[in-house]
């Protein structure tokens, strides 16, 4: 008699081994959810600049790009370094002006919905934020929208020795 024979005919272990699955794989969701996995951390800061890239400082993750700072108007900037260890900025990141408005306003809606649930995710703002952020490289003059092909090209991060196998995203 193979498995599939004796687990048809005693429901009671069927029922037995399939709620044990389900609580191992909700105890592992759940450990990893809350500290288990020690190679992830939240990321709470990211880098900012005010300069085109040339510098850059860390500030709140979740703010809206572009905000002013110091009466110069900040941007997030992505920084990465490859084999050699040293870091540069790849690209730089906003929102349109147009969107920015639309982003806060849908932002607000959501987080009036939520209440002052942390973990809620503004839809609405996420959908406009990936429709309308602006890229570009440090030392290009014109942005461009992320979704586009050119735009796809700017995130595309290579290392200037080609070693891509070294490329590390840098956060504060």
Known sequence: ???????NENPGITTGITVGIIVIAL?????QLFGG???FSPVTQMYYTTDDGQTYFADDANRISPFEKDGKEAVRC???KCSDGKPFVAYLERLSKEARAKYEAALKAEQAKQGDNPG???MDADMIAMEWTEVKRPG???WVLRRTREGEQIVLVT??????Q???????
């Open 166 to 172: 070294a490329l590390e995203l840098v956060v504060p």
């Open 27 to 31: 105890g592992a969701i759940v450990w």
């Open 37 to 39: 996995g020690d190679n």
């Open 78 to 80: 992505y920084v990465f």
């Open 159 to 164: 290392c200037p020795d080609g070693n891509n």
């Open 140 to 142: 290009d003059s014109k």
């Open 120 to 122: 809620a995710i503004a």
């Open 1 to 7: 008699m193979g498995i599939r024979e004796k687990l």
